[in-house]
């Protein structure tokens, strides 16, 4: 009887693995598909993504995921309300999802300027609330004032974001470094590069003021970056500016995101650099490492699991980057690696990954994706992938084969 328990608990667990290889094999030649949503052709993942976010936002989400990450609120939906912007940024002013664009990023502001969301920070740095909340919430505010005509901007707004990039200027020339705090003691590069995007929104929106600022903090930068890879450096003393933890996956993903638009030469320079160091293939799909090429490490709140060398968040973000630089062919492998290994589910409610246990692992997602279409998967693209699965396959079965289950079902 145990034996027979014993060889249905391994035909359970065979079956399962065969199962999952031919749902794997099948959803790694995912293609979009588009629906009419007031009289405009959208892509329905996105939609469908953007109303799963909304309602889980809408109903307290934020505050869930500030108890699980230490940012989780400001992510979130800060997140939400860059991809309204993409998602309506192209449509006419008049059209119903614009409108609804700037109502969500009118939510999102409002939501980030509460007090739960500044109680998570201090007030006596400077800028503000330090450099990751302000980053943030300026690019929010910016984005929102974008989508609207100027005569429908609102006054309010308009003070609350030039307010917060005079003070992103004056703490780079108080503080002496490109890396302002974020923390008491504590400064990442991304959020000052989010800070720096915020200045070079303002002068697309309105007088240009900020260009000599935004130069000299490129050529700062450059001055500082990680000697062992070139790049942008993850953490950095706050007061010297040298780096404390070189490049990692997760940070150079989201920092090339947005440099692209503040210096496309030293993004591009940047973008090859990181290519090179951090594109990898596991199993013949393609991922971005967390650590550089013969760097080891795990993981942690910033980089989320880090399997094989694979980091989750940097892979995430690393196909908006890709996209962003026109590196389409990467950009949809990655893309549908994710929706193999996603197990993403539409309902009514929307779409969501991982059954929904992770939120914020769908708005990064979401926001990857919108940055543009990429190409549709030729036939055969995973082919190592196939093989790999044809090796697990046979292993299972032989398995089956001398547990001498099938003589038993027989």
């Known amino acids: 009887m145990l034996w027979f328990i014993l060889k249905a608990f391994i035909s359970s667990v065979c079956i399962l693995i065969l199962s999952w290889l031919f749902y794997l094999n099948f959803k790694i030649y995912y293609k979009t598909t588009s629906i009419v949503v007031d009289g405009n052709t959208v892509n329905s993942a996105t939609f469908n993504q953007l109303k799963f976010l909304e309602n889980y936002l809408k109903n307290g989400g ?57 109680g998570n920070f201090s007030e006596f740095l400077k800028p503000k609330f330090g450099a990751f909340y302000t980053g943030w919430t300026s690019v929010i505010l910016a984005r929102l004032l974008a989508l609207q005509h100027p005569q429908k901007r609102d006054s309010f707004e308009i003070r609350k974001f030039t307010a917060a990039c005079a003070s992103i200027e004056s703490a780079i020339q108080v ?49 500082r970056l990680d000697p062992q890879t070139g790049l942008i450096p993850h953490s950095v003393d706050f007061v010297t500016g040298i780096s404390e933890e070189g490049a990692r996956g997760s940070s150079q993903s989201l920092m090339l995101s947005f440099l692209c638009e503040i210096d496309s030469g030293f993004a591009k320079e940047q973008y090859n650099k990181y290519k ?36 989750g968040a940097a892979s995430i973000v690393g196909l908006r980057t890709c996209l962003l630089f026109k590196d389409n062919e990467t950009a949809w492998k990655l893309r549908n690696s994710m929706e193999a290994f996603g197990f993403p589910v539409v309902s009514d409610q929307g779409k969501k990954y991982l059954l929904g246990a992770l939120p914020i692992a769908d708005a990064f997602i979401l926001w990857a994706n919108i940055a543009g279409e990429s190409k549709e998967p030729a036939f055969g693209w995973a082919i190592t992938f196939h093989l790999y699965s044809m090796l697990i396959l046979v292993l299972s079965l032989a398995v089956l084969y001398f547990s001498g289950l099938e003589r038993d079902i027989l």
């Open 62 to 118: 934020g505050k869930d995921m500030q108890q699980i990450f230490p940012e989780g609120f400001i992510f979130i939906n800060s997140l939400y309300g860059l991809s309204w912007y993409d998602f309506a940024k192209d449509l006419p002013p008049v059209h119903p999802l614009r409108i609804k664009a700037v109502e969500e990023l009118k939510f999102v502001a409002a939501e980030e300027r509460s007090e739960y969301a500044t």
């Open 175 to 223: 503080n002496g470094t490109p890396f302002v705090e974020s923390y008491h003691g504590s400064a990442w590069p991304a959020d000052m590069v989010l800070c720096i995007y915020a200045l070079k929104l303002h002068d697309d929106l309105f007088t240009p003021k900020y260009s000599e600022t935004i130069h000299s903090w490129v050529a700062d930068v450059k001055s």
């Open 276 to 311: 090179k160091l951090f594109f990898t293939t596991r199993f013949g799909l393609p991922g971005i490492r967390e650590y550089p090429d013969g760097v080891d490490g795990g993981g942690d709140i910033d980089s989320g699991p880090v399997i094989f060398g694979v980091g």
